[in-house]
């Protein structure tokens, strides 16, 4: 990420534009539509969103200014830590995937998208055209609260709306997301920011669930020990931690040397 990001701001300065921002859906997004298949935890899919932030937040490190990109869901987080615009998505980007996080995306966002839309024809029209439609009503709607002074009051809505129905969502809430950015802000490098997310998020879904406001099934409960387990026996280090990783990987499927190992 440093050395893609370092080359991208670069080649946006000659030419006079600007280094938007980039996602960890790879790893967030693939993690979501994974829990919502039932694949694996919803809890373990929101502590990967909350470490995804670390990742995404090189971008912005290395020069990027915003807004970040729309399926970057941990984008509330960055927007905590740099103060930079943010794109975002969420129940009208339900052509592209399902995901927990519908209305509470929408909470924090300077622009909204609806993602991909394949070129389809249904009963209105063509697919991209209705979804248009969708996104304009909601940026509508937005746009309305904001000059009438309520804006405030739509994002808290959207956010109570979501928050305690799902621990993805919940790790977005304002109030967590804040938590996991002044995490993340206060560690000393990459790897410890990701660990120090892992634990914040971990700890806002306990709370969450012990206060009665988060709905977390009995059977995921126990994978937040597993989690915290698991953070537990990580390396102290960066440093560390690749030789750890190096001595299981196959190395002959990349090549160490272009990534700096």
Request: with cysteine; aromatic share 6%; hydrophobic share 45%.
């Amino acid at each position: 990420m440093r050395f893609l990001w370092t080359e991208i701001a670069a080649i946006a300065a000659r030419h006079g534009a600007v280094a938007a921002g980039d996602t960890a859906c790879g790893f967030g997004n693939t993690a979501m539509v994974l829990a919502e298949k039932h694949y694996i935890p919803r809890v373990f899919a929101a502590v990967v969103r909350a470490v995804t932030a670390v990742r995404s937040l090189v971008a912005y490190a290395c020069g990027a200014q915003g807004p970040g990109k729309d399926c970057g869901y941990e984008n509330v987080i960055l927007k905590a830590i740099t103060g930079y615009p943010m794109a975002m998505e969420g129940k009208t980007a339900a052509c592209a995937h399902f995901s927990p996080v519908g209305n509470i995306a929408a909470a924090c966002c300077d622009t909204w998208s609806n993602e991909s839309v394949q070129h389809l024809k249904l009963l209105a029209g063509m697919a991209p055209t209705c979804s248009l439609e969708q996104l304009v009503y909601d940026c509508r709607l937005m746009n309305v609260a904001a000059a009438d002074g309520g804006a405030g009051r739509l994002r808290d809505w959207l956010v109570r709306s979501d928050a305690g129905l799902d621990p993805q969502a919940w790790v977005l809430a304002p109030v967590n997301a804040l938590r996991i950015a002044k995490a993340i802000v206060a560690a000393g490098d990459p790897y410890q920011a990701g660990i120090a997310a892992a634990r914040e998020a971990i700890a806002s879904i306990r709370e969450g669930v012990a206060d009665g406001l988060l709905r977390v099934t009995d059977r995921e409960k126990p994978w937040l020990d597993t989690l915290t387990d698991a953070l537990d026996g990580l390396p102290a280090s960066e440093g560390a931690f690749i030789d750890r990783m190096l001595g299981e990987v196959d190395t002959t499927r990349f090549r160490p040397a272009e990534y700096g190992l």
